[in-house]
């Protein structure tokens, strides 16, 4: 949610901040700006609309040779998407120039303050605030005046600053949403997101929460909540840059799916051992607390909950152990009933999804144990963890997930057979299978994609004029059509409800009318007579039927105008297969209609706001 970069060095700023903002568009992209600093003035060029607009503006202008620059991308909270309310802020008289990501809560207060002082305000957000208690807090010291005025702040904030007085520096800070930073032979790079800087270091400095860093001279000094300088090495991240970009795909969405076989293998490979064993290295609770367990809650947002949606049926079935799905911005103000014997599975792709990050702080200090499948390394949400599992999906830009939603759905499959073995409810046969489908799982997530890829660009034709359209299931299927749903209407914007098949007929089949588009999602072979029940019903009202389905049920589909088979795999497994067509089906469709799929309106990648 915004992107921010930051560049002090020896070579131009301004090709670097818009390199950097390019590759941040996904967090955030309703207007962008950029700063420098240029000897004795601070100098601003900010737009509403895309990164494209910044370039254009920028490119009929004076040309500027500063080597020190911040920049932004914006996903409006406070305030129109308009030129004023784009970053970066300048304080009052020019002498601090901020970016910010994040929401100042008490900024109606501060900003009542500021103006009772005799600051105006141009802009309706809450980040103008900050530059102007900049102002007012300035003591010569570039680092003090930020300490000090970031003590004054609640709510969450990274910041990178300039300041007039001091034109070869930059300095930023942060809580609750990340800011990261590495070093090269041609300076300093900060960026909100390790893929805006993966270019130039893969040696990334991950600044903690209140933590300062002053960059200058081509070297960074972190100082520490009290103010101390302290030292910090990098990790370093195999991220490739390669990865982070397009590789030859129309979209990011394109390329993402494509990349789940990949996504799944590296994700599952690394915690199956010799003897096809489930090893958990990251998972810490003793064998005694696995079976004191009592309680499972899967706490998460969007795609994240659906991925959370087929681990409660798969963990349920396989360890016998009672659990709830919860949707973090419910949870968080719930008073949930945890204790020591609950486990609270927290998953996230960004690792900053703010609702979520608030649903592990709750579980963490009522007690619950807390493990956290997230797939940004040294994110907010890994960081506060009780144990941390790394989903290995490499960098997803697109802003609608696919591989880490898969990466998810396979952690929580690992982490059922794990459970079930160590409480002893898997027997050697069974371990077995298990373990052998999930180890064959991408060669089928590669099978299915190749299978069904023309198939389903040809079925989206029939979706373009819709307004509505509908997807069942039941259990597994069910979960699965909640994810297919959302694909459908975040990127081509058409309204789409996902049901639980049986429960159509309590009042949303009178929706169904002659031509209406039904998706039915039937790969559990337990409830697949019982969808096609509720095939026949939405049939009898006129319905056109998609269904998909594995192979040992595609003779028993009579009924359906469409079929989209997939392999036959493990029933728990399947759902992995069938979410794929979807995906497809979501991406055809939205490109059939002329949207920008990589970037729908109105959304963000990472949510750093509740
Ligand atoms: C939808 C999508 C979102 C995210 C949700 C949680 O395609 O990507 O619904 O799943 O915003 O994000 P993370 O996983 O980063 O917490």
């Given at each position: 949610?915004?992107?921010?970069?930051?560049?002090?060095?020896?070579?131009?700023?301004?090709?670097?901040?818009?390199?950097?903002?390019?590759?941040?568009?996904?967090?955030?992209?309703?207007?962008?700006?950029?700063?420098?600093?240029?000897?004795?003035?601070?100098?601003?060029?900010?737009?509403?609309?895309?990164?494209?607009?910044?370039?254009?503006?920028?490119?009929?202008?004076?040309?500027?040779?500063?080597?020190?620059?911040?920049?932004?991308?914006?996903?409006?909270?406070?305030?129109?998407?308009?030129?004023?309310?784009?970053?970066?802020?300048?304080?009052?008289?020019?002498?601090?120039?901020?970016?910010?990501?994040?929401?100042?809560?008490?900024?109606?207060?501060?900003?009542?303050?500021?103006?009772?002082?005799?600051?105006?305000?141009?802009?309706?957000?809450?980040?103008?605030?900050?530059?102007?208690?900049?102002?007012?807090?300035?003591?010569?010291?570039?680092?003090?005046?930020?300490?000090?005025?970031?003590?004054?702040?609640?709510?969450?904030?990274?910041?990178?600053?300039?300041?007039?007085?001091?034109?070869?520096?930059?300095?930023?800070?942060?809580?609750?949403?990340?800011?990261?930073?590495?070093?090269?032979?041609?300076?300093?790079?900060?960026?909100?997101?390790?893929?805006?800087?993966?270019?130039?270091?893969?040696?990334?400095?991950?600044?903690?929460?209140?933590?300062?860093?002053?960059?200058?001279?081509?070297?960074?000094?972190?100082?520490?909540?009290?103010?101390?300088?302290?030292?910090?090495?990098?990790?370093?991240?195999?991220?490739?840059?390669?990865?982070?970009?397009?590789?030859?795909?129309?979209?990011?969405?394109?390329?993402?799916?494509?990349?789940?076989?990949?996504?799944?293998?590296?994700?599952?490979?690394?915690?199956?051992?010799?003897?096809?064993?489930?090893?958990?290295?990251?998972?810490?609770l003793?064998?005694?607390e696995i079976e004191n367990l009592n309680r499972i809650v899967i706490?998460?947002?969007?795609?994240?909950?659906?991925?959370?949606?087929?681990g409660r049926y798969v963990l349920e079935k396989m360890t016998r152990i009672p659990v709830e799905?919860?949707?973090?911005?419910?949870?968080?103000?719930?008073?949930?009933?945890?204790?020591?014997h609950s486990l609270v599975i927290?998953?996230?792709?960004?690792?900053?999804?703010?609702?979520?990050?608030?649903?592990?702080?709750?579980?963490?200090?009522?007690?619950a144990k807390?493990v956290?499948?997230?797939?940004?390394?040294?994110?907010?949400?890994?960081?506060?963890?009780?144990?941390?599992?790394?989903?290995?999906?490499?960098?997803?830009?697109?802003?609608?997930?696919?591989?880490?939603?898969?990466?998810?759905?396979?952690?929580l499959?690992?982490l059922a057979?794990y459970i079930a073995?160590r409480k002893?409810l898997?027997?050697?046969?069974?371990?077995?299978?298990?373990?052998?489908?999930?180890?064959?799982?991408?060669?089928?997530?590669?099978?299915?994609?190749?299978?069904?890829?023309?198939?389903?660009?040809?079925?989206?034709?029939?979706?373009?004029?819709?307004?509505?359209?509908?997807?069942?299931?039941?259990?597994?299927?069910?979960?699965?059509?909640?994810?297919?749903?959302?694909?459908?209407?975040?990127?081509?914007?058409?309204?789409?409800?996902?049901?639980?098949?049986?429960?159509?007929?309590?009042?949303?089949?009178?929706?169904?009318?002659?031509?209406?588009?039904?998706?039915?999602?039937?790969?559990?072979?337990?409830?697949?007579?019982?969808?096609?029940?509720?095939?026949?019903?939405?049939?009898?009202?006129?319905?056109?039927?998609?269904?998909?389905?594995?192979?040992?049920?595609?003779?028993?589909?009579?009924?359906?105008?469409?079929?989209?088979?997939?392999?036959?795999?493990?029933?728990?497994?399947?759902?992995?297969?069938?979410?794929?067509?979807?995906?497809?089906?979501?991406?055809?469709?939205?490109?059939?209609?002329?949207?920008?799929?990589?970037?729908?309106?109105?959304?963000?990648?990472?949510?750093?706001?509740?």
């Amino acid at each position: 949610m915004c992107g921010i970069v930051g560049y002090a060095g020896k070579n131009r700023a301004v090709p670097y901040l818009l390199e950097g903002l390019e590759k941040l568009e996904y967090r955030g992209y309703d207007s962008a700006g950029i700063a420098v600093n240029e000897e004795d003035v601070i100098r601003i060029m900010k737009t509403k609309g895309r990164i494209g607009n910044l370039e254009s503006l920028i490119a009929s202008q004076r040309h500027s040779d500063a080597t020190v620059g911040i920049g932004h991308t914006r996903w409006a909270t406070h305030g129109k998407p308009n030129d004023v309310n784009a970053h970066p802020h300048i304080s009052q008289s020019g002498l601090f120039c901020v970016v910010h990501n994040g929401i100042i809560e008490n900024y109606l207060q501060l900003k009542a303050q500021l103006i009772a002082d005799g600051y105006r305000f141009v802009s309706e957000t809450d980040t103008e605030v900050i530059a102007h208690l900049l102002e007012q807090n300035y003591d010569g010291n570039f680092v003090s005046t930020v300490r000090k005025t970031t003590a004054m702040l609640e709510g969450a904030f990274a910041l990178c600053i300039l300041c007039r007085d001091f034109p070869d520096s930059i300095v930023c800070t942060r809580w609750a949403s990340p800011l990261v930073m590495g070093k090269s032979d041609d300076g300093v790079f900060l960026a909100s997101d390790v893929t805006a800087i993966l270019k130039h270091t893969s040696d990334i400095y991950y600044l903690d929460g209140h933590e300062t860093a002053l960059i200058a001279d081509g070297g960074i000094t972190f100082f520490d909540k009290a103010g101390n300088a302290t030292q910090k090495a990098p990790k370093h991240i195999d991220w490739n840059v390669s990865a982070a970009q397009k590789g030859g795909y129309e979209h990011f969405m394109l390329k993402e799916i494509m990349e789940q076989p990949k996504a799944i293998q590296d994700t599952v490979s690394p915690r199956i051992d010799s003897d096809g064993r489930i090893v958990f290295e990251d998972f810490h609770l003793t064998d005694e607390e696995i079976e004191n367990l009592n309680r499972i809650v899967i706490v998460a947002c969007g795609s994240a909950f659906h991925a959370g949606e087929v681990g409660r049926y798969v963990l349920e079935k396989m360890t016998r152990i009672p659990v709830e799905t919860a949707i973090a911005s419910e949870f968080r103000y719930r008073d949930p009933v945890l204790d020591a014997h609950s486990l609270v599975i927290v998953i996230s792709q960004s690792g900053e999804t703010a609702d979520t990050l608030a649903g592990l702080r709750l579980a963490n200090e009522k007690g619950a144990k807390t493990v956290c499948i997230v797939n940004v390394v040294s994110s907010s949400i890994a960081n506060e963890g009780g144990s941390v599992v790394y989903t290995h999906a490499g960098p997803e830009i697109a802003v609608a997930t696919t591989k880490a939603y898969s990466a998810q759905v396979s952690v929580l499959y690992l982490l059922a057979g794990y459970i079930a073995d160590r409480k002893g409810l898997l027997p050697e046969e069974e371990r077995r299978t298990y373990v052998d489908a999930l180890r064959k799982l991408p060669e089928l997530i590669a099978q299915t994609l190749e299978d069904c890829g023309e198939q389903m660009q040809k079925l989206s034709e029939m979706f373009i004029p819709l307004e509505h359209a509908y997807f069942i299931g039941r259990n597994l299927d069910y979960a699965c059509a909640m994810e297919a749903s959302l694909k459908m209407k975040e990127i081509s914007y058409i309204h789409s409800e996902a049901y639980a098949a049986g429960e159509l007929k309590h009042g949303t089949i009178s929706l169904i009318e002659k031509g209406t588009l039904v998706v039915a999602l039937a790969a559990c072979s337990d409830v697949f007579g019982k969808t096609m029940s509720n095939i026949k019903e939405v049939k009898a009202r006129g319905a056109r039927v998609l269904c998909v389905s594995t192979s040992e049920n595609a003779s028993a589909m009579s009924e359906v105008d469409f079929k989209v088979i997939i392999p036959d795999t493990l029933p728990l497994f399947a759902v992995t297969l069938e979410v794929l067509p979807m995906q497809l089906l979501g991406y055809y469709t939205a490109k059939n209609r002329g949207c920008d799929i990589d970037k729908p309106r109105n959304l963000a990648k990472s949510v750093t706001v509740e």
